[in-house]
């Protein structure tokens, strides 16, 4: 039996140390394609497109979609980042932490009112604070009256 026990021990022990550290990726912002999401090449490495984990920008045919990305293009096109906590979606598309000089790109959309926290059920979200605030001082797409989040959009007019 304490044989049984110390294996366990032992095992469990092995595993642990064994787990890889979470993986990052670095590179340089190459292109933007919308107001969530940015393509990262690393050097000598494959482009990889990487939406912002944590928010929700307008699409690019709702109001507002051009300003999210001309806004998030302006702060992040050919600048360095570091992207933390990478996760492959079902679309093959990661999702992740994208930092720049060590700011979330994804707060700065929700604090200047360029995107919304991303909402899953009845949680606001990671950026609910730095939403609430963009409302309160009307930035952005906070001004636009009627302002619509993605998934509201779709569900009325279908997809762009």
Do not use: Y
């Amino acid at each position: 039996m304490n044989k049984l026990i110390a294996a366990a021990l032992v095992l469990a022990a092995g595993t642990a140390l064994a787990a890889p550290p979470a993986k990052t990726i670095e590179g340089r912002v190459t292109q933007v394609p919308d107001g969530g999401s940015v393509v990262v090449t690393p050097a000598g490495g494959t482009p990889q497109r990487v939406r912002l984990a944590g928010a929700e920008a307008p699409l690019a045919c709702q109001d507002w979609g051009r300003e999210a990305r001309s806004a998030l293009r302006d702060w992040a096109q050919g600048h360095e980042v570091v992207v933390t906590r990478p996760v492959a979606g079902r679309d093959g598309v990661v999702s992740g932490s994208v930092r720049l000089d060590g700011e979330d790109l994804a707060r700065r959309m929700v604090a200047e009112g360029h995107a919304w926290s991303t909402r899953v059920k009845w949680d606001r979200g990671p950026f609910v604070k730095e939403e609430r605030m963009a409302k309160a001082l009307q930035r952005g797409l906070h001004a636009l009256r009627g302002a619509q989040t993605p998934a509201e959009f779709r569900r009325q007019h279908g997809p762009c």
